[in-house]
C-alpha cells in the first residue's frame, strides 16, 4: 500500500503556516498527529528534534513518548540506529526480530508490532520520526522513499518557517527593547540637564561616567535615576497637597 495520499501531502503541507503560537513543540506535534491520521497502517507517530542532544520530544499518544524514552534509557531501538545510522529503519514484526530485546517487550506492552523510524537531516538539527503500527507487516520497504522524500521536504519548510519567524520575532523585540531604552536614556538626560544646566551631551557622558564606575549598564542607570526622580515628585505632591 503507497503510504503517500493525497490527504497527507495537503496536511503536511499545512504544517508550514505559522502564527504567534507556532513553536517546535507545536510542529512536531502536528507532524505526529498527521503521520498517525494520514499514512495508511500507521497508528500512532513520534518525532525527537536532536541537536548534540535532545531537544524537543513528541508523540501522538503518551504511551509512545515512554516508548521513545525508553531508547534513549537503553541505548537502543529502532529510532536511536536510526539516529546513529542516518538510515531508515523498518521492523516488521517486533515479535519476530531480535535486533533489540529489551525495546521488543517495551514496544508490545504498548501494543507496538510494526515500526518505522525515518532520520530527517534539516539545517540545525537532526530530526527521527517514528511510525508505528498496531499489526505486523503494516509499512513496505518500496513504499519508504517517497515517503521519506516528501517528509524531508515538508519538515524542512515547516521548520525553517517557524524558525524565520522567531527571528523575525526576535529583532522586533530587540528593536522595542533598544527604542524603550532609548526613550528612558532621554528622560535621564533631561533630568540631568534641568538640574545642573548642562548639555544634552555632557548630560549622556556623565550617565555613561557612573555607569562605568559602578559597572551597571547606561540604559539601567537611566531608569533608576528617572524612578528615583518620579518618586521625588510624588513625594513633593503629597507633602503640598
Known sequence: MDMVTPVLARDLAALGRVSEETSSESVLRGLTATLAGGVPGCAGGSAELWRQERLVVSASHSELVVLVDSEDDLGEGPSAEARA????????????????????????????????????TIERAVLVLGLYGVRPGVFAARSVPPLADMLAEQVNVALANMWDYDEVRTDAAQMQEALAG?????????????S???SAEAAFDELRRISQHHQVKVVDLARLLVDEHQRNQRNRREETG
Open 196 to 198: 545642573s544646566g548642562c
Open 85 to 120: 545510522t542516518g538510515r531508515h529503519v523498518i521492523v516488521q514484526d517486533v515479535l519476530r526480530d531480535s535486533r533489540w530485546p529489551a525495546y521488543t517487550g517495551m514496544a508490545v506492552r504498548f501494543g507496538v508490532r510494526s515500526v518505522l523510524a525515518l532520520p530527517i
Open 182 to 194: 532609548r526613550a528612558i536614556i532621554d528622560q535621564a538626560k533631561g533630568i540631568i540637564m534641568k
